[in-house]
């Protein structure tokens, strides 16, 4: 029994890819297979969450455009724009977590977007249809945003530009600001303190007795995509140097990320305009929808206060659904 154990400690973490660096896709076609699935299932119970299978923006009847941009190594990643009635050149760039897409904060830009802001939603690398294999939070991923930021300053004629990270996306939003002045404001929801901790807690959750094993085949593999290791990673030694205004989001009940890294993190922000906020009772996942109404008033107002509109909208493409 011993020696089984012993045997499957060492090969399962090297024949079950870590979905760190192979997340699940989730997009439009997944989507709809969960869609077909429910159906086949329960045909009143597909009629009635209808509402949850949502493609695309136009799924909210919300105005939108599709546009891309060619990454560093050739990969594609995907977008879609999301015009608001603000006349302002304002938007905000959503990054999703790990495991995630552009799809998964549907919800929020539609939120926002009644609230007169712009919003950008991209699937990370190697998330939902952009390409690319592998993913980490790291050069390459932030590099891929600061493409996509290119596409919207150039062509959409954006002026003033956020960011809102959640999870492994807030970690690319600290990256981004760090080395990009074109941000002028991140809202950062769930932030963890450093890469190496989070992948530990992330196995220990995942596999039990096989987290030291899936956490050093892991770290191996990340510190060769990142060209360093995931314990120098840390994010609050970055927002250190962020001055930016900085609003951090986090639930009470995060068993992912706790509750007291995401603090952290915005302690450590150097900015003289930082906020915190406290969703009660929010585990990981459930932070916008406990949060509700409030959340989403939390979130605009921060930004419309952070990021003043000044320039008018004189050139910007219409967004058509």
Request: net charge negative; glycine share 4%; proline share 4%.
């Amino acid at each position: 029994m011993l020696i089984c154990v012993l045997v499957m400690s060492i090969t399962v973490p090297f024949l079950v890819l870590p979905d760190i660096l192979y997340p699940e896709r989730i997009d439009s076609l997944y989507v709809k297979n969960q869609e077909l699935k429910l159906l086949q299932e329960d045909s009143s119970a597909a009629k009635k969450n209808a509402s949850v299978f949502l493609y695309n923006p136009g799924s909210l009847n919300l105005a939108y455009e599709n546009f891309e941009v060619r990454a560093l190594d050739s990969a594609v990643l995907k977008a879609w724009y999301i015009p608001s009635d603000n006349q302002q050149n304002f938007i905000v760039l959503v990054l999703h977590d790990l495991n995630e897409s552009r799809i998964s904060g549907l919800g929020l830009a539609q939120a926002l977007q009644s609230r007169n802001i712009d919003v950008c939603l991209m699937d990370l690398r190697a998330h939902g249809s952009s390409g690319g294999n592998e993913f980490s939070p790291g050069p390459l991923a932030v590099d891929d945003v600061r493409r996509v930021i290119d596409k919207l300053f150039e062509e959409y004629y954006v002026e003033q530009l956020a960011i809102l990270g959640i999870g492994t996306g807030a970690a690319i939003a600290i990256e981004t600001a760090a080395v990009d002045d074109r941000v002028s404001a991140i809202v950062l929801q769930s932030p963890f303190l450093s890469l190496d901790k989070y992948v530990q807690r992330r196995y220990r959750q995942k596999w039990g007795i096989l987290n030291s094993a899936y956490s050093y085949v892991t770290n191996k593999r990340l510190k060769k995509q990142l060209g360093y290791s995931p314990e120098k990673l840390n994010l609050p030694d970055i927002c250190e140097y962020i001055f930016i205004p900085t609003l951090v989001i986090a639930g009470s009940n995060d068993a992912e990320i706790p509750y007291v890294e995401s603090m952290s993190v915005s302690e450590a922000s150097g900015s003289d305009m930082k906020n915190f906020i406290t969703i009660k009772n929010a585990s990981h996942d459930e932070i916008e929808e406990k949060g509700g109404q409030a959340y989403y008033d939390a979130v605009s107002f921060f930004l419309h206060q952070a990021v003043p509109a000044e320039v008018e909208r004189v050139r910007k493409k219409i967004a058509k659904k």
